[in-house]
């Protein structure tokens, strides 16, 4: 089993940028497809963006693409996911997740492993 601590959220204004950080214990990352998801109060969650295990393949939801970046530092057992142009919108709790298998995936059922997440919320 692997634990995934989340960390960075909090009060931003919007515009503004926010580096989330994923943080795994217990095991290491590797060969995990990792990804980030996020859930807005009232609402279901929603795939944010993933990464693959060497980091040469990502995708991102499209309300996000362009604004939002995924890497992952492999020595470190970390993911990050860093956010720009912040909009009111982006608030929500945001998760990380894992699993350990090759393909990229956007589906929150393919996941075997979340933290506890993480509140971001971006002010008008």
């Known amino acids: 089993q692997v634990q995934l601590v989340e960390s960075g959220g909090g009060l931003v204004q919007a515009g503004g940028s926010l580096t989330l950080s994923c943080a795994a214990s217990g095991r290491t990352l590797t060969g995990y497809v990792m990804a980030w998801f996020r859930q807005a109060a009232g609402k279901e969650r929603e795939f944010v963006a993933t990464?693959?295990?060497?980091?040469?393949?990502?995708r991102y939801a499209g309300p996000v693409k362009g604004r939002v970046t995924i890497s992952r530092d492999n020595a470190k057992n970390t993911v990050y996911l860093q956010m720009n142009s912040l909009k009111p919108e982006d608030t929500a709790v945001y998760y990380c997740?894992?699993?350990?298998?090759?393909?990229?995936?956007?589906?929150?059922?393919?996941?075997?492993?979340w933290g506890q997440g993480t509140q971001v919320t971006v002010s008008s």
């Open positions: 997740a894992g699993d350990r298998r090759l393909a990229i995936t956007t589906r929150r059922e393919d996941y075997d492993y």
């Open positions: 990464i693959s295990w060497s980091g040469d393949s990502t």
